[in-house]
């Protein structure tokens, strides 16, 4: 499987070790920010930050999945990039040419996003890995109802965004 990995930039080390991790299970993991060895700052030019944007959203759509790495509540991480990477995620899921695009959310939920019904919550990098690792495994890919134990948190509303617009019309 081909990921892409979400974070903030301030966690590049740890996201180095997950994509170690994962490549040992035999997944690719499609994000070139993690190979950056500099940071973005007051220095960087327009020109330079719409380049790694660029990559960074090439990097997303050449995945299969997307694991979005979170903060704890009132985290004075990041400048937000991992925020717009989900919230494209969730885009190309509905509208591009992926509806089986596999987002998945570690930590927390930072915002309302990732409650929607596609995405899969885990609390833990661990809980999440050994569902990665039984895919790697498996063929075809591990179910919920064969390995309960890797089932992600639930969401109690689990239409997707397209059939609660399509309810929502129907009322109005």
């Known amino acids: 499987m081909r990921i892409y990995l979400a974070a903030s930039f301030e966690r590049i080390d740890q996201m180095r070790e997950v994509r170690d991790e994962l490549h040992q299970m035999g997944h690719v993991v499609t994000s070139r ?8 700052d007051h220095y960087a030019t327009d020109e330079q930050r719409r380049i790694l944007g660029d990559e960074d959203i090439v990097d997303l759509e050449d995945s299969n999945a997307m ?3 979170t903060e ?12 717009v990477e989900l ?6 899921q509905e509208y591009g040419a992926a509806s089986s695009f596999g987002i998945h ?6 915002n309302v996003f990732c409650y929607q ?6 609390p833990t990098w ?4 050994k569902y990665f690792a039984a895919l790697a495994i498996s063929e075809p890919p591990v179910r919920a109802e064969v390995m ?25």
């Open 33 to 40: 920010w993690l190979n950056h060895s500099h940071t973005l």
């Open 67 to 69: 694991i979005a790495f």
């Open 72 to 83: 704890p509540p009132n985290s004075p991480r990041g400048r937000g990039g991992r925020h």
């Open 87 to 92: 919230g494209y995620a969730l885009a190309y």
């Open 105 to 110: 959310v570690v930590g927390f939920r930072e």
């Open 117 to 122: 019904a596609q995405v899969k919550f885990w």
């Open 126 to 129: 661990e809980h999440c890995k």
């Open 148 to 172: 309960p134990e890797l089932t992600p948190l639930p969401i109690t509303d689990s239409r997707t965004p397209a059939e609660k617009r399509a309810e929502s019309r129907k009322r109005d």
